[in-house]
Each structure stands twice: as structure tokens, then as C-alpha cells.
């Protein structure tokens, strides 16, 4: 980089004016870094450059983003940021003396308190120099720091607020829990009911309405009850926090977290998520034994038995001398913090060529077309991510001479190749609350949350995310009327169950069992493990065989009845993930994995799970939706609100008695259609006018009397992507405008008074505009019909062969999906890679039999 002038402390006394005067013209663009402000001095935006790397860290005076030397000139262009603080950290080997060596040397410390990079500080075999100066575009002048009397004052303030900042990882995550919870002031007295009220692990279903998710046990008295709506339409009813206004009971726990280390608590009375240190205490209550979750029978930890050790060495394959590996695609990611998950998902998208070339192919034009906090754009993140793994740039095989030393030696310099997904996992985790949090997470989850980000991010023509995208059909039958219906669903993951009665080393598993029962009594170690070999065939069986489907409503027979199930392929992906579902709960509560073998095959054929449609001799179950059953609770709640904002239109009145038709139908008619006017009220008119009460006084019922009869009123509810026409009139009625009527709908399946519910508690969608309305229902209903459709971009399945190739594998090491380890293997150039983290290295002996996730590609025809 080319330099106009130096100045420095030391130079003559001219040389304080003309400091001055040259900053002059940049002082309004110049900050200091407030509270709240996030100083990015460790890491570049668009790279993975530090000050430690060749051409050290630029950071702006303004916005406070650091920039590598390769991505500089780009930001100043963008913005005409002039002023940048450049800091740069040289590591330098010390030459031991006589007295086996200094201590190390550390010049400015005082400057880099706050400074996190890969290497340690406190090692005894090197020594750091660093160096701040300021640097003004474009003429690249350079002012050596500290230079406190030559500066301006506001310049020496804000280069020393910059300089002393908090790194911005340290507390980014303003919605983890487990740094910002306080004790709840309920714990230490909470009283709890004696009513017998024993939580099975599992089954579970809120006491006052169906759903099945997002559910909550109350502290005090064990009920059951969902959480509120989230702004996507998912959640629950709200029921846990009426419950809480009718009794006063205050915590919480959310079903589904809990886990040795802890569970979610919510405080109804304070309003936010807490801790309460009597959790195992409280769970116990009703029959949740949270302690028995971390020690065994015999009362020995996890971790003290010898096959869970076992487990970890197989699949890191230890004890095996693996050779390092360098170069593009062979770049180690850091853990910061139970990551693993994180890195070992990352590892595999980004192994496939259609991320590559939507990322990194694209790299130049995302960077360029990057918002001016390119920290905060997804795409951004994702081709520096991906550009970071590929380029090789941070995964430099050490010199032979290095090599040679660290044989010696027998140990190893600090680790300077690899990345830290630092700002990457801040971005993707933002407002997750468990992503966000620094808890160990499903790769699973992961995988799909990463997806959902990047059908929400478009980038270019082609989304990267359509190679995971296929099609299911889901055949579902009426045991008593023998009538089926066929729909299809989108998904990106193939969920095979572990069958495991069918394990092929049943006589051993018996003979192990017997010797840990008897290892047990007389407490002494347990004997070696037996895992179950279970054929993947068994597995795949168990995936096409019908399964049970709870609280089936047969529309055949207007009624619960029993219903089966059967999935089915109606489209194959370009890239078949496979999910080996290893983690359940056992009766006693305990969380516990699988640990079982499973015979993964290299090549995998699933054509024979192609979907067939309907065939002849079968019969369809009719298009009607159950009916509309509002909870009692409610009704009273919305009958105010709905006769008073109902208004009938008696010009479409007058306009449908001038047709001959009695008054009082007339008067129904607009009612029952929302004011919709008189066009719309003639069709209820046809389709009613047989019906004995037809010319009956209108009676204005109760809301819920209005919902319940949905039947009647609505007539039968079609089963098509746009809510029933008269529901969207009712909503209408009350004053709201029609697409957020829709949308209100869609989000609660066509349930009219969660609907209501979902409008009120999201106020601000009201001030939206009629365009950005229309635009958010167009989007809706593209997503609705992605499935077989074909647009003018042709179609988002890319359907072909059935018949697969493995690649990778996601494996996972620990008792639970919430604890353990995850490492990835990937077949690269013909052989098999561990990733391990920062280490990567060929892999010997690959454990494909106790994988978590499979990673297929299909074979060309």
C-alpha cells in the first residue's frame, strides 16, 4: 500500500499544525464509540482478516466495521469514509537465551486489552509487537499512535474509546438466556398444589385446546397449557398466561427443554424468562426427576463409563495417527462455544457445488451490493463463510522448517490457520433464543433454520436451497369408511426411524444386559457395550409403513374416527438428507440416545418409494375442513366487539328484497356475507333459500355461536390455500382490510377467533399499506403453491433419480442433542476428511455407522 507521508511523536514541532489542519475536513465524520456501539477491531466484514493477518485490520471511524487490506478501498468508495484506525499484531518467535528465554514482550498492551484472536498471549515462545495509527483515503497518510498532543482532542478520544471497546461477541446476545437471567423472586417460596398431577415424558397436549407444541407446565399446579402466538403464525393459544391471570400462579417451564443442565422458566408475574434454582426440586413435584437425568443406576456419571468414551474415540478416531490437511476446502472452523454444531453443518452445505457457486461464485457482486453493515446481511455473511472454507487462505500447510521443530518438540506453535464464525453465528442465531444462546444445539434444527434463511434471503436467479427441496405425498386413510385423501408437503429431510426390533445381534444385546443388571447389583463397572446392528433396510422399512394419525376428523364421517398415514416421495431431491432419529425419552424421563449401529449404505436406491397418487378402486374423502369450535372461554371475550362492529348494508338489502326475495333473508344475507354487497349476498341467498328458517327474523347470536356453526353458516370450508370467503367477511366486518384478513387466517389455519387473536396482538400490521398487503399476500400464496408448479423461472423441485450417492455424514457424540459433540466427515477428492473444528485431517477409519445425518448426492442417469 502506498503511503503519501509519516508523521509521529517524534517529529518537529510543524508537523502538530499540520496534524491539525489535515484532520480538519474529516472531524464530522469522525465518532466516538457510545454504549451500544459494536466495535469490530478483531475481524474483518468481508473476510476473515485480523490484525494479526499480513496487511492488519482497518476499522472506520465512523461506523466502527473493520475492513482487511484486500476489502478497503471498497468501503471508502461505498462511503466515503476517509478516516480509518488500522491496527496490526506481529508474532514473532523469541530466541531463547541462556536462561531459557524472556518473558514475553507485549508493546502498547495498553491499546489491546480487549484485543481476541487465535493466539495466546501468555505463551512463553513468543512475543507480540502491536501498532495503531491512523490512516486518511485516499492519499493513505499515516499518523503513528499514541500521538496524544499532536491531535485533536475529539481524535484522541475517540481513538482511545475505540481501542479500549468491549469486543462485540462478548455480549451479543442480548436474548441468551444464561447471561442476562436473574432468580426468579417466586423460587424460594413457590407453593405447589398436592393433586397427585404425575407429566408423562411424553404425549403431552395443552389441557384447553388440541395443539401439541410450544407448551408450558405450570410450577404450582402441573397444568399443561400452550404459549402464546408468535408474529409467523406459530405458537399457541395463550392459554398458559390466562391460567396465570386466573390463579396467580407464576412459573412456568417450557416442556421440551428440559435437560441436565437446566430447563426454560418463565416468569409470568415479572415478565420475562428467569432462573430458578429449585428447578429440580419443582420438577420432581410431578414425577420429573431432573437429577436422575445426569447420574446412572449404578451411580456412575456419563462420562466415567467406558463406552461413552468409546463412542467418542470411534467417531473422532482417536488413537489413529490422521495427517493433517491444507490447502482450498481443508479450512478448520473454531468452536466459540458450542459451536461444533454450527461448524459441522457449515462444513457440509458448503462442500456442495451449488452453494459454492451462489456464494463464493457470486462473491464480488454480493460484496459490492452489500448494505452498509454488511454484518447484518445474510448473504454477505454467507459468502465470506463460504469464501473463508475455499479459498485456502487461512488453511497454509506450516514451513518444513516449522515441520521439522515441532517433530522435535513434540508439541505444536499456536494455531493461526482456521476461521472463527464469530460474526457469522451472531448473524444466522440473531433472535433465535436458542441458537443465540452459547447451549449445545440439534444439528437438525440447525440445518433447517439455516435453510428457512436462505429461502428468505434470495440470492441471484437460483436458490442454493432447491437441491434439498423435495416433494412428499402423504396418503391418509379412513380406518372405518376405508376412504383416502392425498395432499403434498414440502421438505428438505428424510426422517428414518431406528427399527430397533429389528437388530441382528438380539442373543448379545440379552447376554449384555444380564451382565450390566448383575454389574449393577454388585455395583461394579459396567461390562463392555453392546450396540444394536440395525439393517438400514429395516430402517427404511419402518419409514413406509402406515402410521397411526392422532385425533383424526374424518370428513366422510363428520367425526373423530381412526386414521392412517403413509408418505411417500411425490418428487427426489438433487441432495438427499438423511436423519437417523436417535434421540428420545425414556418412561423415567431421562433424555437418552440411541446408541445403536446402523449399516449406512455408500449407495442408496429409493425409487421403490415413489408416490403413485391416487389409484383406481380408491375413493376420496370429501373437502370439508372440520367444523370451527371456538374454546368457551372465548366467546364471551369477542361478542361485545363483534355485534358492534357489524353493520348491515341496507342498500344491498333493499337492492336483493327489490329482486323479490323476503326482507328478513335479505338482512341475513349481507350479514352472513360481511357487506360484501349485494352480488355476494345473493349466491348465500341460492345456496340458503331452501332452508325452513329462511325467511326468519334475523337473530344477531353470540360470537362463538356465530363460529361454532361454521357448517351452516359457511357452508362446507374447502381445503384449498385461501381461507373461506365468509370468514375473511366477518373479519372484514370489524373493521380490518381484507389481505390482513387472509393473513390472519392462513396463519391460524382458518381458526376465527385465533385469527382475531393474532390481529390484535400484531397492531402494527394495521399502519401497513394497501400495496405492501398485497405484495406480502402474493408472496404468501407463491409459497403456498411452490410445490409441482412451474414458473417462469422454472421449477423449484428438482425431481430426477432416486438412486444416491453418500458423501457426508454429521456425527454426534453425547447423551442429548442439548450436550456432547458433533464432528463432520465429507468425502473430498476420492478420500474421506474429518472436521473436527480447527483440525482436519484424513480420515482412516470413517465411522459411517454412527452417523446422525447423512449427506447423499444423486447418481446421473
Not at 466516538?32 to 485490520?57: H, I, N, Q
Not at 457469522?424 to 433465535?432: E, L, R
Not at 323476503?662 to 332452508?691: D, Q, S
Not at 370489524?734 to 392462513?746: D, H, T, V
Request: charged fraction near 25%; include cysteine; hydrophobic fraction near 35%.
Amino acid at each position: 500500500m502506498q503511503r503519501a507521508a509519516f508523521f509521529s511523536g517524534g517529529d518537529a514541532q510543524m508537523a502538530a499544525g499540520d496534524l491539525g489542519e489535515l484532520l480538519v475536513p474529516y472531524m464530522p465524520t469522525i465518532r466516538v464509540p457510545k454504549s451500544g456501539d459494536r466495535v469490530y477491531k478483531t475481524e474483518c466484514a468481508f473476510s476473515y482478516d485480523s490484525p494479526e493477518s499480513e496487511g492488519g485490520l482497518y476499522v472506520c471511524m465512523n461506523t466502527f466495521l473493520g475492513f482487511g487490506r484486500e476489502h478497503i478501498e471498497r468501503h471508502y468508495r461505498k462511503t466515503g469514509q476517509c478516516v480509518y484506525l488500522h491496527l496490526k499484531r506481529r508474532v514473532i518467535e523469541k530466541v531463547p537465551g541462556a536462561s531459557g528465554g524472556a518473558l514475553p514482550k507485549r508493546r502498547n498492551a495498553k491499546l489491546f486489552l480487549d484485543l481476541e484472536t487465535n493466539s495466546d498471549p501468555n505463551n512463553d515462545d513468543f512475543e507480540y509487537e502491536d501498532e495503531a495509527k491512523l490512516v486518511i483515503f485516499p492519499d493513505h497518510y499515516e499518523i503513528l499512535l499514541p500521538n496524544i498532543e499532536e491531535l485533536p482532542a475529539l481524535v484522541t478520544i475517540a481513538c482511545d474509546a475505540l481501542l479500549s471497546a468491549k469486543s462485540p461477541y462478548r455480549k451479543q446476545d442480548p436474548d441468551s438466556w444464561e447471561e442476562e437471567l436473574q432468580a426468579s423472586k417466586h423460587a424460594k417460596t413457590l407453593v405447589q398444589l398436592d393433586n397427585g398431577v404425575r407429566i408423562p415424558p411424553s404425549g403431552w397436549k395443552c389441557s384447553k385446546c388440541d395443539l401439541r407444541e410450544n407448551l408450558w407446565l405450570n410450577l404450582t399446579d402441573g397444568s399443561v397449557l400452550c404459549g402464546k402466538w408468535f408474529f409467523d403464525g406459530s405458537g399457541g393459544n395463550g392459554h398458559a398466561m390466562e391460567h396465570y391471570k386466573e390463579t396467580g400462579y407464576p412459573l412456568a417451564v417450557k416442556l421440551g427443554t428440559i435437560t441436565p443442565d437446566g430447563a426454560d422458566v418463565y416468569s409470568f408475574d415479572e415478565e420475562e424468562p428467569v432462573l430458578d434454582p429449585h428447578i429440580a426440586k419443582h420438577l420432581a413435584h410431578f414425577g420429573i426427576d431432573m437429577l436422575q437425568m445426569q447420574v446412572t443406576e449404578n451411580g456412575l456419571r456419563d462420562n466415567d463409563i467406558k463406552p461413552r468414551v468409546s463412542e467418542w474415540e470411534v467417531i473422532q478416531e482417536a488413537g489413529v495417527k490422521l495427517k493433517p490437511m491444507y490447502g482450498p476446502g481443508y479450512t478448520g472452523m473454531k468452536n466459540v462455544g458450542n459451536s461444533c454444531y454450527l461448524n459441522a453443518v457449515m462444513q457440509a452445505i458448503f462442500s456442495i457445488p451449488e452453494f459454492q457457486r451462489a456464494y463464493v461464485g457470486n462473491l464480488p457482486r454480493i460484496f459490492d451490493y452489500s448494505p452498509l453493515d454488511p454484518t447484518q446481511d445474510f448473504n454477505t455473511q454467507m459468502a465470506k463463510l463460504g469464501h473463508g472454507l475455499l479459498s485456502g487462505q487461512y488453511s497454509k500447510p506450516p514451513m518444513k522448517s516449522e515441520l521439522i521443530e515441532q517433530v522435535m518438540k513434540e508439541e505444536h506453535k499456536p494455531q493461526h490457520n482456521g476461521i472463527s464464525p464469530r460474526m457469522f453465528k451472531a448473524f444466522v442465531s440473531k433472535g433465535h433464543p436458542e441458537f443465540s444462546s452459547n447451549r449445545q444445539q440439534d444439528a437438525q434444527e440447525f440445518f433447517l433454520h439455516l435453510i428457512n434463511l436462505v429461502e428468505r434471503n434470495p440470492v441471484g436467479s437460483e436458490n442454493p436451497s432447491d437441491v434439498f427441496r423435495f416433494l412428499v405425498e402423504e396418503r391418509t386413510q379412513c380406518c372405518q369408511s376405508r376412504k383416502v385423501r392425498y395432499t403434498e408437503r414440502v421438505d428438505y429431510i428424510m426422517q428414518l426411524p431406528v427399527a430397533m426390533e429389528a437388530a441382528t445381534n438380539k442373543d448379545e444385546l440379552i447376554a449384555y444386559e444380564l451382565k450390566r443388571r448383575e454389574a449393577e447389583a454388585a455395583r461394579r463397572p459396567p461390562p463392555e457395550l453392546v450396540r444394536a446392528k440395525i439393517p438400514f433396510s429395516a430402517c427404511l422399512q419402518a419409514f413406509s409403513e402406515p402410521n397411526n394419525v392422532e385425533d383424526f376428523w374424518s370428513s366422510a364421517l363428520q367425526a373423530k374416527s381412526a386414521g392412517v398415514k403413509t408418505s411417500r416421495f411425490a418428487s427426489f431431491p438433487e441432495y438427499l438428507v438423511v436423519q437417523i432419529k436417535k434421540f428420545t425419552f425414556g418412561l423415567d424421563w431421562i433424555p437418552k440416545k440411541l446408541d445403536v449401529s446402523v449399516d449406512m449404505p455408500d449407495f442408496l436406491d429409493i425409487s421403490h418409494l415413489r408416490a403413485r397418487g391416487l389409484q383406481p378402486g380408491e375413493e376420496e374423502l370429501p373437502d370439508i375442513a372440520p367444523p370451527i369450535i371456538i374454546p368457551d372461554d372465548a366467546k364471551d371475550r369477542m361478542t361485545n366487539h363483534f355485534v358492534e362492529s357489524l353493520d348491515i348494508d341496507e342498500s344491498s338489502v333493499m337492492q336483493l328484497a327489490e329482486m323479490g326475495f323476503p326482507l328478513e333473508a335479505c338482512r341475513k344475507a349481507v350479514y352472513y356475507t360481511g357487506n360484501l354487497g349485494a352480488e355476494v349476498a345473493f349466491n348465500w341467498i341460492i345456496a340458503h333459500m331452501e332452508e325452513p328458517d329462511f325467511a326468519e327474523p334475523l337473530v344477531i347470536p353470540a360470537f362463538g355461536e356465530v363460529a361454532s356453526s361454521g357448517a351452516a353458516v359457511f357452508g362446507a370450508v374447502g381445503l384449498d390455500n385461501q381461507p373461506p370467503e365468509e370468514m375473511v367477511a366477518i373479519i372484514i366486518s370489524m373493521g380490518f382490510q381484507r389481505n390482513l384478513a387472509i393473513q390472519a387466517l392462513k396463519a391460524t389455519n382458518n381458526n376465527l377467533e385465533r385469527a382475531l387473536e393474532w390481529i390484535f396482538s400484531h397492531p402494527e400490521l394495521e399502519e401497513e399499506t394497501e400495496p405492501a398487503l398485497d405484495m406480502m399476500d402474493m408472496e404468501n400464496t407463491a409459497n403456498a403453491n411452490i410445490l409441482a408448479e412451474t414458473g417462469s423461472e422454472g421449477p423449484r423441485i428438482k425431481d430426477g433419480s432416486g438412486r444416491y450417492e453418500l458423501f457426508g455424514f454429521i456425527s454426534h457424540m453425547g447423551t442429548s442433542t442439548m450436550s456432547g459433540h458433533y464432528v463432520c466427515h465429507l468425502k473430498k477428492e476420492g478420500r474421506w476428511v474429518i472436521y473436527n473444528d480447527l483440525r482436519v485431517c484424513a480420515s482412516e477409519r470413517p465411522p459411517k455407522d454412527l452417523g446422525y445425518i447423512y449427506f447423499y448426492h444423486r447418481i446421473p442417469s
